[in-house]
């Protein structure tokens, strides 16, 4: 899957000399963190939520014994936004994208064009609609969790057996132990009766931990 499938096209963006409140209100209004800086259709930066909070200044007075912040009145974009970006393009692959994301702490990614244009941005939030999806949790569905044996066949073995009980298998996760023979695999089914594929996972020499039907 490539990020071209899920980014949002429909981006609000702002330019580099709009005020830091016109930059608050647009994340408030549209409840989001980050707002791609544009020159034209070009990108040139990005400021996010926590940008803005590091702008803020101290307000004179105290409220109810504490310190109030505003923005400052003059505060422009282009004074607090980052310009060294970490960006993506409509041909990056989703999986690739997803690691982008967890490794550098960030919350999205403009996705830009071949000549810098911004043709989109892809957010932690898009990710994770689209792991859900994959993984079929909104789905009524059935799940067998199993610690398979060590040999490179157990893994199409267990899927033979689950599919010889009518198991239709939506997903597959594993756990990220280091033994192998503790490596729990999730089998997540279509909605089915699992004891027949237990039983028979079982008499097969696989450990069945868990089952949700």
Known sequence: ML?????????VTVEAEDSLQNASGLMKKGSIRHLPVVQGERLIGIITDRDLRQAMVPIDGTTKGKEAYRLPKEGKVLEYMTREM????????IEE??????CHKIGGLPVIGEEGELVGIITETDLLTVFIEMMGILM???RVDVILRESPQAFEDACRIIKAYDGQIISVGMSGHENR?????????ELCDIQPIIIALKESGYQVVSALE
């Open 3 to 11: 990020v071209t499938e899920r980014m949002r096209r429909k981006v």
């Open 86 to 93: 970490i960006t993506v393009t409509p041909n990056t692959d």
């Open 97 to 102: 994208a997803a690691c982008m994301i967890y």
């Open 140 to 142: 009524a569905s059935s």
């Open 181 to 189: 023979q503790k490596r729990v695999y999730y089998f997540r089914l």
